[in-house]
């Protein structure tokens, strides 16, 4: 299990994150949904261990600042970062020795298959597409098949196929037990088997709500999205476990 306790984040005077607080059970799919600006890739990089924090976050009690904690996460950011004097397999390659995976030739050649990559092997990064370099940030990411993923708007700069792609794979992933969490800020592209939604904006959790809750109360989590983040007394907004944030109403800044 991955908690995330009262984590605060600064830039200066900016609180990118202010006391975000949740779980992510094992072998469910969250989302973390939210305007721009919202603090979505600050509590992602936080939970990753790339950014120092106020507050904590662990995987089965360790701190995702320690390698042990680590070996379990996987992140794919939202903007890839690739070698631009590496090919395509060279990156695959790199990536499955760095992890020191075993018997990975066929994941790379499944991977690459899979996200129309195939027949660029042997591309450098740099003369690779915007979106093929988004399909080779994903299949970099995959590669390894950490038990959680952390998805940074996944969905970005892709075409169709690999949208679709993607949303088979995650959701193949779901059923084979893995526990991922997905940032995205645009709530068409969650319509698959989601267990959780959080919603973030001004650094802060707005409403924090499963499945069964938007479907008991008869709304859509466009409805709930849109309810949290532009403004309604927070009555009329459904709430779960760890609910709405009740400190004021929604579209106050902290900043
Ligand atoms: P989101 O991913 O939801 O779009 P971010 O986490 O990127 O939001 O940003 C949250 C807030 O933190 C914004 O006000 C943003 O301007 C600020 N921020 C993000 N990264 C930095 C940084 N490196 N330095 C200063 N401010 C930052």
Redesign the pocket.
């Known amino acids: 299990m991955l908690e995330v306790k009262n984590v605060t984040k600064r830039?200066g005077k900016?609180v990118?994150c202010n006391d975000v607080s949740f779980t992510l059970e094992p072998g469910t799919l969250t989302v973390l949904l939210?305007p721009?600006?919202?603090?979505?890739?600050?509590i992602i990089k936080s939970m990753i261990g790339f950014l120092k924090y106020e507050g904590s976050i662990t995987i089965n009690g360790l701190s995702t600042k320690t390698a042990e904690a680590r070996k379990y996460l996987g992140y794919i950011p939202e903007m890839p970062s690739l070698y631009p004097t590496l090919t395509v397999i060279e990156h695959m390659e790199f990536i499955a020795r760095a992890y020191k995976l075993t018997n990975y030739k066929e994941r790379i050649n499944m991977l690459l298959e899979r996200f129309e990559l195939d027949d660029k092997r042997k591309k450098f990064g740099d003369e690779l597409s915007k979106g093929m370099q988004q399909k080779l940030n994903l299949c970099i990411g995959l590669l390894p098949d950490p038990d959680l993923i952390l998805l940074d708007e996944p969905m970005l700069g892709l075409d169709p196929h690999a949208i679709k792609e993607l949303k088979n794979y995650i959701e193949e992933m779901r059923v084979a037990g893995k526990t991922l969490f997905i940032s995205t800020h645009i709530i068409d592209s969650v319509d698959m088997l989601w267990d959780r939604t959080i919603i973030m904006q001004d650094?802060r959790i707005r409403a924090n709500v499963t499945r069964d809750e938007i479907e008991g109360s008869g709304k859509s989590l466009e409805d709930i999205f849109f309810e949290v983040t532009e403004g309604i007394s927070k009555e009329d907004v459904i709430s779960s476990g760890s609910g709405i944030d009740a400190g004021e109403k929604a579209g106050e800044s902290e900043k």
């Open positions: 830039y900016n990118a939210g721009n600006g919202a603090g979505k890739s600050t650094g």
